[in-house]
Structures are given as C-alpha cells and as structure tokens.
C-alpha cells in the first residue's frame, strides 16, 4: 500500500483532528467500488484508506461494486458490535471532496456516539417514529450547510431502527438530484413527499418527518 493512499496533508489531518481523534467507540467504513473504474471510485478510496491510518477508531473494509447500486462509490458507515455490525442504514453516494468530507465526518460521529449529538427532545421523538422513513439528502462540494443538516439526519438514522438515510454527491450523480429538481442544496427528500430546502434545526426536521409519516 503506497503512502500516497495512506496519508493526508497537514492542514487536512488538523481539520479532522479534533473531529475525529477522540472517538468514543470504533466504526467500521465499508466502500463499495472499483477504485480501477472511475476517479471518484479511487478517491474515495484513497480517502478511506487515509482516515483509517491516521485515526484508530476508524476500520475499513473494501468491497467491490455493490449489486444493490448502479451509483458508486457507495460509502457505508457501520456501528462494531461483539460478534457483528449494526447497520443504521446511512450511505453516502459519491466520494466526498470539499465541505462533503464534513459530511462524512457527521456520519462517523452519529455512530460512534450513538446518536447522542441531538438534543433530548429530538432524541424522544425520534424513538417514537412509528413507521419506515427514507431521506434522501443532496448535497455538493460547495454546500456548506450540508454537514450540519446531514449531522442531524445521522443522528436521527442512528437512534431509530425505521430510517434509511442516503446523502447524494449531486455534483458527482446530479441525474440523481434532477428529478427532485433542487434549488440549492443541501436539499431534502423524506418518503418522496415533503422536500426541505436548506438547513433546520432538529425540531423543525422532526416536524417535516411527521408530517411526511401523515396519510395523504
């Protein structure tokens, strides 16, 4: 393994540092890809395999292409238990460059805090989400709130067994994003059917949850 694919610059290594340095618990990053196919494929990685080297708590496992997905890289951020790994449902679609690597860094930090960075009331009321939820969440390598909404959408995947959560790279796949036709990102899809444009806060993404949980 070349020490190109194994290291990261100063600058970026002190940006995640304080991020990533003092995990509580492990996570496991699975890739699914073919870092021969495609640019982003490798980036992503060379991305992996850097944040595995320089910070312990973080595991990787290469995988190749996945069959579930016409879209990749795929990157998955999975929870160690004793004898498996628990699955929150969180993928990222695309390799994450720009304000995307906070993005990712959110998704590692929901796991391996457990969910604990919402506050107690948006805790409570994602236990109570009664049925399955999908958010699809588009951001681009200039969104500079996308890490913020998708640290609350993380968290709110890690705390309730009923949401799947994508975050989609639309500047990567934006034949993706066209078919929601975003104005600006990060933009938000909850069960195809309420959209939020831009950043809220937790109490006002659980209000949009319910609301998109309501019958028609």
Avoid at 29 to 48: N, P, V
Wanted: glycine letters at 6%; a negative charge.
């Amino acid at each position: 393994m070349d020490t190109q694919q194994t290291q990261i610059n100063e600058a970026m290594r002190l940006k995640l540092g304080s991020f990533l340095e003092r995990l509580p618990e492990p996570v496991v990053l699975y890739i699914w890809g073919d870092e021969t196919a495609t640019l982003w494929e490798a980036e992503a990685y060379k991305l992996g395999r850097a944040l595995a080297h320089e910070f312990p708590q973080i595991q990787l496992e290469l995988r190749p292409r996945a069959p579930f997905s016409t879209y990749h890289p795929v990157i998955g951020v999975f929870q160690p238990e004793t004898d498996s790994l628990q699955d929150h449902g969180i993928r990222i679609i695309g390799s994450p460059v720009g304000y995307q690597i906070m993005t990712l860094v959110a998704a590692i930090q929901a796991i391996a805090f457990r969910g604990s960075q919402l506050e107690g009331k948006a805790r409570i009321n994602a236990y109570r989400i009664p049925s399955e939820v999908t958010i699809q969440m588009f951001t681009a390598a200039e969104d500079e709130y996308g890490p913020a909404m998708s640290s609350i959408l993380c968290n709110l995947a890690v705390i309730s067994p009923h949401v799947q959560l994508e975050i989609i790279m639309a500047d990567i796949f934006p034949d993706l994003a066209v078919r929601f036709d975003p104005a600006g990102f990060p933009h938000t899809v909850i069960n195809k059917r309420v959209h939020i444009r831009g950043p809220l806060d937790e109490d006002r993404v659980m209000e949009q949850v319910a609301a998109a949980l309501r019958p028609q």
